[in-house]
């Protein structure tokens, strides 16, 4: 009886873990389930995860959530300086938002890796545009067209910046190739509209506005 009595007081003596020490185990569950959610990711992106990350970065920026897809193309960026797609994405990104002078400084660099991309040209062209330098809009317009000649936006907004420039001739030359290739562009002849005004050819821009009216209603 004595030692039965003994056995059950060195059992109730018997030292307890530090709380520190039981604490320690559900963090390392949590780090274990953090750890495998993060394999579960990479597994789900792929080989190549700063690809499935682009994708998902044009999605947001087609659905038109462009901060969003700022955000992402940015990431690809610091990760990948020398990534086009990151790079035109993010200025293209910022643009949309009206960032100019960030969309700018992407897509000059941008241009650096891809000098004769035809659409890294178009959208540096339109971010000048904005920014309402128009002679430097110009000449990066002029380059996408020689690029590529089916782009009926760069000729579009190259026919707009000529006519800030006050180059009507020039400016109609290049918004007939845009309603050519894009006759659904109501831009395109409200544009043309203001070249043959500033030309003094009244019934034609009149002729002009009329057509970019009815574009627009259908």
Do not use: C
């Not at 089916?150 to 007939?176: C, I, W």
């Amino acid at each position: 009886m004595a030692r039965m009595m003994k056995s059950e007081d060195e059992a109730e003596q018997q030292p307890q873990e530090p709380a520190a020490v039981q604490e320690q185990a559900p963090r390392k569950r949590a780090s274990r389930r953090s750890a495998r959610a993060a394999a579960a990711v990479a597994a789900a992106e792929g080989p190549d995860p700063w690809a499935a990350r682009l994708e998902r970065a044009e999605q947001l920026q087609s659905a038109g959530s462009h901060a969003d897809a700022a955000e992402a193309f940015q990431a690809v960026a610091a990760a990948q300086p020398d990534n086009l797609r990151a790079a035109l994405g993010l200025g293209t990104a910022l643009a949309a938002q009206g960032k100019y002078d960030a969309a700018e400084k992407e897509l000059r660099r941008a241009l650096k890796l891809a000098p004769d991309a035809p659409e890294v040209n178009y959208q540096l062209g339109y971010t000048l545009y904005k920014k309402g330098v128009y002679a430097a809009a110009a000449t990066q317009l002029r380059k996408a067209v020689d690029l590529d000649g089916d782009h009926g936006a760069a000729y579009l907004v190259l026919g707009e910046a000529l006519n800030q420039m006050s180059e009507s001739d020039a400016a109609l030359e290049a918004l007939e190739s845009a309603v050519r290739l894009t006759p659904e562009s109501g831009k395109a002849y409200y544009a043309m509209g203001i070249a043959y005004d500033r030309k003094g050819n009244h019934d034609r821009a009149a002729e002009m506005y009329r057509l970019s009216r009815e574009v627009a209603k259908v």
